[in-house]
C-alpha cells in the first residue's frame, strides 16, 4: 500500500514555542492531505484539510492562527503548532489519499506532542 | 445526529471466538466504508474495505454492509488476543467524499 511518512514520530517542547510536523506522501501524489488529532482514549477529531496550493479548511473549533497548515508541494504538508500549551499536547497524526469516492486514506506515525 | 456511530464498548471476547463490531452511518448516500486497527499510541491501519452490500471476507476479517440499513460491520473469527485494539469504522459521504470517522470500538481478547 501507499506509504504516508510523518515527522517526528515525538516531541517535547516548552509552553510558549512552535512546533512543526511534516506529513509526506512517498509514492504518490496527495492533493489533499487531512490532520487529526487524537487525545488519550478518544477517538480522531479532524481538525483540518490540506489542500496543496491553497488555504486549509479547518473544521468548526479549531483556531487557524495557532495550527497553521502549509501544503506547498503534492507529497508535503505541515502542520506548525504555535504558541504551543501544555494543553495542546495530544497525538497529532496526518493522512493522505488518492481522492475520488473510493480512496482508502493513508496514515502517517502520528506525532506526540508533549508540552511542558 | 452522528454521522457515523459505533459501540465504544469495551467489547470484550475469549480468544477463538467471534469477534463482532458494528457501525451505522447517517449519510444514505454514502459509497465506500472502512475498517481501521488502531493500536494503542500508533496510527490506525487499514483492515478492510466494502462498497457493495454483502459480505467481504479476508482471511479472518469478514466486513458485512447493508445499506439499506444503514450498517456496516466488521466479523473476526478465531479471535487472537493481537486482535486487542480499537477498531474504527470510516465512511465516505456520498456529496463531498469526505472521510468521516467512528469514535471507535475497544476490543478486548482474553487468552
Known amino acids: 500500500g501507499a506509504v504516508v511518512s510523518q515527522h517526528p514520530s515525538w516531541v517535547i517542547c516548552k509552553s510558549g514555542t512552535s512546533v512543526k510536523i511534516e506529513c509526506r506522501s512517498l509514492?504518490?501524489?496527495?492533493?489533499?492531505m487531512f490532520w487529526y488529532r487524537q487525545f488519550p482514549k478518544q477517538s480522531l477529531m479532524l481538525m483540518a484539510t490540506s489542500n496543496e496550493g491553497s488555504k486549509a479548511t479547518y473544521e468548526q473549533g479549531v483556531e487557524k492562527d495557532k495550527f497553521l497548515i502549509n501544503h506547498a508541494s503534492l507529497t508535503l504538508s505541515t502542520l506548525t503548532v504555535t504558541s504551543a500549551h501544555p494543553e495542546d499536547s495530544s497525538f497529532y497524526i496526518c493522512?493522505?489519499?488518492?481522492?475520488?469516492?473510493?480512496?482508502?486514506?493513508?496514515f502517517g506515525q502520528g506525532t506526540r506532542l508533549t508540552v511542558v | 445526529q452522528k454521522e457515523v456511530e459505533q459501540n465504544s464498548g469495551p467489547l470484550s471476547v475469549p480468544e477463538g471466538a467471534i469477534a463482532s463490531l458494528n457501525c451505522t452511518y447517517s449519510?444514505?448516500?454514502?459509497?465506500?466504508f472502512f475498517w481501521y486497527r488502531q493500536y494503542s499510541g500508533k496510527s490506525p491501519e487499514l483492515i478492510m474495505f466494502?462498497?457493495?452490500?454483502g459480505d467481504k471476507e479476508d482471511g479472518r476479517f469478514t466486513a458485512q454492509l447493508n445499506k439499506a440499513s444503514q450498517y456496516v460491520s466488521l466479523l473476526i473469527r478465531d479471535s487472537q488476543p493481537s486482535d486487542s485494539a480499537t477498531y474504527l469504522c470510516?465512511?465516505?459521504?456520498?456529496?463531498?467524499?469526505?472521510?468521516?470517522f467512528g469514535k471507535g470500538t475497544l476490543l478486548t481478547v482474553n487468552p
Open positions: 493522512s493522505a489519499d488518492r481522492g475520488g469516492a473510493r480512496a482508502e486514506a493513508f
Open positions: 509514492d504518490f501524489q496527495a492533493t489533499t
Open positions: 466494502i462498497y457493495s452490500n
Open positions: 470510516a465512511v465516505i459521504g456520498g456529496s463531498n467524499y469526505k472521510l468521516t
Open positions: 449519510d444514505r448516500g454514502s459509497q465506500s
